[in-house]
């Protein structure tokens, strides 16, 4: 897949947030795109991958999960799936249950069907995040500002 960069503008329009939410989260280190020193002042670029967790934050907070803990989430699936980072819609969808953890807030793992079940008759909250959903809003969007010379980015192996 051609590297292909979207400007902190088009990134915004793509992962469905404000322009100012994604230079907060690029000020912060939250979300750090390429930017380009050269010349004049400076270019801030987002990658697939970098939009990809942009979408990721989007997701979580329309949950209605604390910022926080969305944050803490991305950092917890980036470290899990280093490859999965590199080409996210290249991989096979991953599925996970967000599970309270008294010391993280929430963390990720892997449920069954019964084991969701029995977590809600105990009264725990459970949230379920699955990597398919993130895609869709990450391809919604990019079919917002891709150009036709843009337009192989959203075929998928």
């Not at 020193?37 to 209605?64: F, I, K, P, R």
């Not at 967000?98 to 929430?106: N, V």
């Amino acid at each position: 897949m051609d590297k292909q960069f979207f400007t902190s503008k088009e990134a915004a329009t793509i992962a469905g947030l404000t322009y100012r939410q994604v230079e907060y989260w690029r000020k912060k280190d939250i979300i750090v795109p390429t930017v380009n020193t050269e010349g004049s002042g400076h270019n801030v670029y987002y990658s697939l991958c970098e939009l990809w967790q942009l979408a990721l934050m989007g997701y979580l907070l329309d949950m209605g999960l604390d910022f926080q803990i969305c944050c803490q989430i991305l950092n917890e699936f980036k470290e899990r799936h280093e490859e999965f980072m590199k080409d996210p819609l290249d991989f096979s969808p991953l599925k996970y249950t967000l599970c309270p953890d008294p010391e993280k807030g929430f963390t990720l793992k892997h449920l069954s069907p019964i084991e969701i079940t029995q977590a809600l008759s105990r009264g725990e909250s459970v949230l379920l995040l699955w990597t398919e959903n993130v895609n869709q809003r990450l391809i919604e969007g990019l079919s917002l500002v891709l150009t036709p010379k843009k337009k192989p980015l959203l075929t998928r192996k």
